[in-house]
């Protein structure tokens, strides 16, 4: 008999299955959806009995005018492939249309709805998680993938934490019971963050998470809950329910865990802050005190003794200055009044002595012994020279002239002043 190397056994299958089964279709349920980065998907259509593995290519998978989803009966159109470096055969397919929804699927979305309907989805109810945990629990598998990548990026982030591990059944008739059961207890334990997961798989082997008593023990607990199960693209009822659903176990761990690393660089900035604060609070205070000190120092009793020391010192400079130019120009002026007082005192003396000589003749030419006086009299009375408008009728007086006194009496007076 002829041997065949493993190649060429995969190569003959290959031609024998793509030559027999080159265009099929197939009706089943998906499950193990991936959708890939490079545009492909990759998934299994299962019945009651059996599995095949299938794949819609980038090209084909853009024309889909649904999302492909876990559970969904479809009918497949494509042809049978074998993959020859795995010995793996699979249908590609060209389109897929949708047949009525899986089981799974159908429970999934009821059960959505209900406890949607029921508020158990609402914003207002979820938990607000702290900055910075320093207790909590994991609920998941101790032998799981999931465990390790938590523990790892927690490990990585934040070590200042104390961890407690629930090990629980993730998968199978009774995980649901396991978590229920889990979470119940580690409620009353005092954590500040409970963290409820585990890593990829299939709907069905995610369905735990979509029971009911999880989400009513979710629903009720009093500690913050963190659902973080399987992939970024699986959704599962604990993740509406919990106060905060993380896409992955581990991203769980880095969105409820502060980075230290970051904690470090945020510290540092908040000790520069801080010093730059300080500096400015002390250089604002130097600048207030320097001000303070001016103004104490402008107003101060020393300052104004100061200022008035100097003001009398200005004022005894401008009056000695005041002084010394007047005795300056006070000595100017003697200098020219002794020049010139000789002849002043001359001139006056001269005036003087010109007045006197006119007096003098004024006086000689007004005595009464060079005037005429004849019918001129001197009127007296009890030896007193008197006016003679103080006469009074009847009266008595003397009239006197250089030579001889008369004594008369008044016979009649006539005021001449109307006649003049």
């Known amino acids: 008999m002829y041997t065949l190397s493993v190649s060429s056994l995969n190569e003959q299958i290959k031609t024998l299955l793509e030559s027999t089964f080159e265009r099929v279709l197939v009706e089943g349920e998906l499950s193990r959806i991936t959708f890939h980065n490079s545009g492909h998907i990759y ?42 470096p795995r010995g793996e055969y699979q249908i590609n397919c060209f389109t897929i249309q949708p047949s009525g929804h899986g089981a799974l699927a159908l429970a999934y979305e009821q059960l959505k709805n209900k406890l949607s309907a029921q508020g158990y989805f609402d914003a207002s109810r979820k938990k607000q998680l702290p900055k910075f945990p320093k207790k909590i629990a994991l609920i998941t598998s101790a032998t799981g993938a999931a465990l390790q990548d938590m523990l790892r990026v927690a490990q990585n982030r934040y070590r200042a934490l104390e961890i407690d591990i629930y090990d629980v059944l993730v998968q199978g008739e009774n995980a649901s019971s396991s978590i229920v059961k889990a979470l ?3 409620d009353t334990k005092g954590y500040d963050i409970i963290v409820v997961g585990r890593g990829g798989g299939s709907i069905e082997d995610l369905w735990a998470f979509n029971e009911e008593i999880v989400a009513d023990a979710i629903f009720k607990a009093l500690t913050p809950i963190v659902s973080a199960v399987g992939h970024e693209i699986d959704w599962v009822i604990s993740d509406f329910v919990a106060d905060l659903r993380a896409p992955t176990p581990s991203a769980a761990m880095q969105m409820i865990l502060p980075d ?11 000790v520069s802050a801080f010093t730059q604060k300080i500096e400015q609070k002390i250089y604002n205070s130097k600048q207030e005190l320097t001000h303070l000190t001016n103004l104490y120092l402008q107003h101060s009793i020393e ?60 006086l000689e030419s007004n005595h009464p012994k060079f005037r005429s006086k004849k019918g001129f009299a001197q009127i007296s009375k009890d030896s007193k020279v008197i006016d003679i408008s103080s006469l009074k009728v009847d009266e008595t007086f003397d009239l006197m002239s250089d030579e001889v006194v008369v004594s008369a009496k008044v016979l009649k007076k006539i005021d001449i002043k109307g006649f003049v």
């Open 303 to 362: 300052k104004k003794i100061t200022q008035k020391i100097d003001e009398i010192k200005q004022i005894r400079e401008t009056l000695n200055q005041t002084i010394s130019f007047k005795m300056q120009s006070f000595g100017k002026d003697m200098e020219l009044l002794r020049d010139r007082f000789p002849y002043v005192i001359e001139n006056k003396i001269n005036i003087a002595q010109n007045q006197v000589s006119s007096l003098q003749k004024m």
């Open 43 to 84: 998934f299994t259509l299962k019945d009651e009995n059996s599995t095949i593995k299938a794949v819609i290519f980038k090209a084909n998978a853009a024309k889909l005018k649904f999302q492909l989803q876990e559970g969904l009966k479809v009918i497949l159109d494509g042809a049978v492939t074998l993959y020859k």
């Open 260 to 270: 230290s690393n970051e904690l470090y660089q945020y510290i540092d900035s908040l």
């Open 184 to 186: 119940s207890l580690a």
